[in-house]
C-alpha cells in the first residue's frame, strides 16, 4: 500500500506485510520507493524485516502489503541482528568494511538490526567474508542472513545468475 499518493516517477514510502503479530495483526515494514506505474514501485532501499526483496527490486505491491517482484535489481540484502543491538562503533565498522564493495549500511536510531545492500557483483564470497570477519569482533551476539536469496522453503532463488553476478 502507498502512504503518498502515486504517480510515476514520484518517490513515496510503501508498506510491505512482513507477517503477523501473536494477536493476529498484520505487522509492516515501511519502505523508501519510486512510483513506476499503478500498483508498482521501485525500491530505493533494502527492508531490515521483510524477506525476499532488495533496493533495486520492481515489486506489484496490494492494499494488504503483500507483493511480487516484477523485475529483480541488482543488489543483495543483508539482515543482521543483534543482541543486545549494535553499538554506533560496530555500525561504523561495518559502514567501512562495506566501502570497497560498494556496499550501503544502514540501521534504525536504536541499532537493533543493521541493513546492508550491495551489488550482487560483488560476489556471495566477497560479503560473506566482511560479514564473518565483522560478526566475530562485533562484540554481541549477531544472527545474520541474505534477505533476497533464498525462497519460503530455504531454496536459493538464483535471480543473480541472470544478473550476471
Not at 1 to 6: D, K, N
Request: contains cysteine; charged residues 20%.
Amino acid at each position: 500500500m502507498s502512504i503518498e499518493s502515486p504517480a510515476p516517477s514520484r518517490h513515496c514510502h510503501v508498506a510491505l506485510r512482513v507477517g503477523f503479530a501473536g494477536s493476529g495483526k498484520p505487522v509492516f515494514e515501511t519502505l523508501p520507493a519510486r512510483v513506476v506505474g499503478p500498483g508498482s514501485y521501485e525500491l530505493t532501499g533494502s527492508p531490515g524485516l521483510v524477506e525476499g526483496c532488495a533496493a533495486g527490486d520492481v515489486l506489484k505491491v496490494g492494499a494488504d502489503g503483500e507483493f511480487a517482484i516484477e523485475r529483480r535489481g541488482p543488489n543483495l540484502c543483508v539482515q543482521a541482528f543483534g543482541e543486545p543491538p549494535f553499538d554506533a562503533g560496530s555500525l561504523e565498522s561495518l559502514i567501512s568494511a562495506f566501502a570497497p564493495l560498494g556496499g550501503l549500511v544502514e540501521a534504525p536510531a536504536d541499532r537493533r538490526f543493521i541493513v546492508v545492500t550491495v551489488p550482487a557483483a560483488a560476489g556471495f564470497p566477497s560479503v560473506e567474508a566482511v560479514m564473518d570477519t565483522w560478526a566475530a569482533g562485533a562484540g554481541v551476539r549477531v544472527e545474520w542472513g541474505f534477505g533476497n536469496v533464498f525462497g519460503p522453503d530455504g531454496e536459493p532463488l538464483n535471480w543473480w545468475r541472470e544478473a550476471g553476478a
